[in-house]
């Protein structure tokens, strides 16, 4: 425990006297440093989490959080798969899709297609209120109807406007492992926009039933796909779901679909992380820098404490005090001013741009057009604890040489 003498000591060395009005400054520096860092490092991280969080929402509004299919990728009852996944707690929604893979023309533009087979009504439900829909809607989706719903840029790439024919080509899969071709007109009804280049660029929606037809799959689906109330809950739902349908089904999830995505982000989050720590590396060093000068300044002092009774533990606590109150007013300083910067993000982002007169991310280089953030208590939990360590860990060296000094040594000459 620290004494309340050791504590008086302690804190009364922070202030500044004539003569060590140096040491103060580097002392001020510490702190400042110490607070800069821990803020940039919550407001960095904030940024990142709203990143994720918006590609995340983007990911998703084009397609669902995980999908059942069976063994062999091919759903034969897909109406009473669609009702066991939405019987299981936590899915809020489930609908069948049909994949596909080929080419789309119009006139001579040529592009790779990714083409999903919907049901327009069950697809409503799924995910219709996420899909940011620029022209038609998904009830234009008709069976019969031959209507497709292309991404924003891959219309632009084929030149069409609504009304404008296409023509897909699709690589049928035959008995014996071949494949032949099958060519199909359709007339495009909608555009949407997910804000991805992957969406945007390649995806294509038709009717389930004339995907299913093209496929030659008859009556059958390549899977079914679900929505979870919570998108985080969705790798255990589709664990579970597979687990009560048994062997002959098959799930995944889009932690696995877009694992590459997310785990990019992870990567950008630690790289920054250990970038922006050194800010709090070099404050910790400078307050190992200032101890040390605190006590060669303060040598006699020491001599006279431990000469009236001190032990030598007493003098570590007593720089302990003066190092740990330096970082620890830094780290809530930092903490403080790192959550009202996260929080108002969003705010102070705008007003910079105006002032400065430039824009950081412009709408015709990034999907995203303005710096989400999202501030989550468990980073701010977690840096405000290695802040805190660090800056602690930083007192140890200087109080451990004060506890050294021998009093004999040093006032021999006094």
Known sequence: MISSVELFVGLRYLRAKRRTRFVSFITLISLLGVALGVAALIVILSVMNGFEGELRSRLLSMSAHGYVTGSQQITKDWRSLVDDVVAEPGIAAAAPFVEMEGMIQSGRALEAVLVHGVDPDLEQQLSGTLTNMLEGNLDVLQPGERSIILGRLLALDLGVRIGDAVVILIPRPVGDGTLEPVLERFVLRGVFEA????????????????????????????????????????PLLARSIAERLGDDVVSSDWTVENASYFRAIRIEKMMMSLILSLIIGVAAFNIVASLVMVVTD?????????????????????????????????????????????????????????????????????????????????????????????????????????????????????
């Open 298 to 414: 303060k040598t006699n002092d020491i001599a006279v404490l431990r000469t009236l009774g001190m032990r030598s533990a007493g003098v570590v606590r007593v720089f302990f005090v003066q190092g740990a109150v330096i970082g620890w007013v830094g780290v809530f300083i930092g903490v403080l001013l790192g959550v009202v910067l996260a929080l108002n993000v969003p705010v102070i982002v705008p007003f910079l741009e105006q002032a400065l007169g430039f824009q950081i991310m412009p709408g015709d280089v990034y999907y995203v057009t303005r710096i989400p953030s999202e501030l989550e208590v468990a980073d701010v939990a977690t840096i405000s604890v290695a802040a805190f360590v660090l800056t602690s860990l930083a007192t140890l060296y200087p109080a451990r040489r004060a506890a050294l000094v021998n009093p004999a040594a040093a006032l021999r000459y006094e």
């Open 195 to 234: 804000g991805l280049q992957d969406h945007d660029a390649s995806l294509a929606l038709v009717n389930a039933r004339e995907a299913a037809a093209i496929m030659g799959l008859g009556d059958e689906m390549s899977a079914v796909r679900f929505r979870a109330q919570d998108v985080m809950q969705a």
